[in-house]
């Protein structure tokens, strides 16, 4: 099966410029998660999708980023305007059931300078 | 509430050494508990899943419950230079959430 797509790969901004970054889980996996990690840190959770509706956003920086699963398929974050402290690598994740585990894509590293 | 706490500081090992983690869980119910490894530059992949009630084992790693202190162990008998990795433990279900795992580094 295919795995969960994400792009870019790799995006390098300014402070105060928009971001967005792309996510296509797993066929079938009806949730979807995003993941900030900075390096060295665990995997943080910015936001849980179930289908189209959202599960769990309180570690979500609402002033600046924000998320959608409109078909409840494939998945967009953004972040406007970036800091310098967005600097991670930004996951993305879905899994099939509340049993299942997580599949993960292979992420995008966000450079803010 | 459900919560899952690794207990381990970084952890240096030589090659060929016995490896074990030690993953806590706190919950009411039936758990289930992933073991996650996350190589160099890579994205976190299912290790194994584990139960409270049975042993699992993948990629010569074992997962055992250790029901007396609510616990379960992640354990290789001899590791290699590629087992260097971060390592985490999360429960089914939930939020997902992740600690900052137990790094491992496995030296000649």
């Known amino acids: 099966e295919a795995g969960v797509a994400q792009s870019p790969r790799y995006k390098i901004i300014e402070k105060r410029q928009s971001v967005a970054f792309w996510c296509n889980p797993i066929?079938?996996?009806?949730?979807l998660y995003w993941y900030q990690q900075i390096l060295g840190q665990g995997p943080k959770l910015l936001i849980q999708f179930q289908n189209n509706g959202v599960v769990d956003d309180s570690q979500l920086p609402k002033d600046r980023f924000s998320a959608e699963r409109l078909k409840g398929v494939d998945s967009t974050l953004k972040i406007q305007p970036a800091k310098l402290e967005d600097s991670a690598v930004y996951l993305c994740?879905?899994?099939?059931?509340?049993?299942?585990?997580?599949?993960f894509g292979n992420g995008t590293r966000l450079t803010v300078t | 509430g459900d919560s899952v706490t690794q207990t381990e500081g970084p952890v240096t090992l030589p090659e060929r050494a016995a490896l074990t983690l030690n993953c806590t869980y706190q919950?009411?119910?039936?758990?289930?508990l992933f073991w996650y490894v996350q190589y160099l530059n890579k994205e976190p992949e299912l290790l194994l899943k584990?139960?409270?009630?049975q042993e699992t084992d993948s990629r010569g790693f074992q997962a055992s419950p250790i029901k007396s202190d609510s616990s379960f162990h992640l354990e290789k008998p001899s590791v290699q230079l590629s087992d260097s990795a971060v390592y985490y433990c999360a429960k089914k279900g939930g939020k997902s959430t992740f600690g900052d795992g137990t790094t491992l580094t496995v030296k000649p």
């Open positions: 994740a879905s899994r099939y059931g509340g049993s299942s585990p997580l599949h």
């Open positions: 919950s009411s119910y039936s758990t289930f």
């Open positions: 066929s079938g996996h009806a949730t």
């Open positions: 584990s139960s409270e009630n």
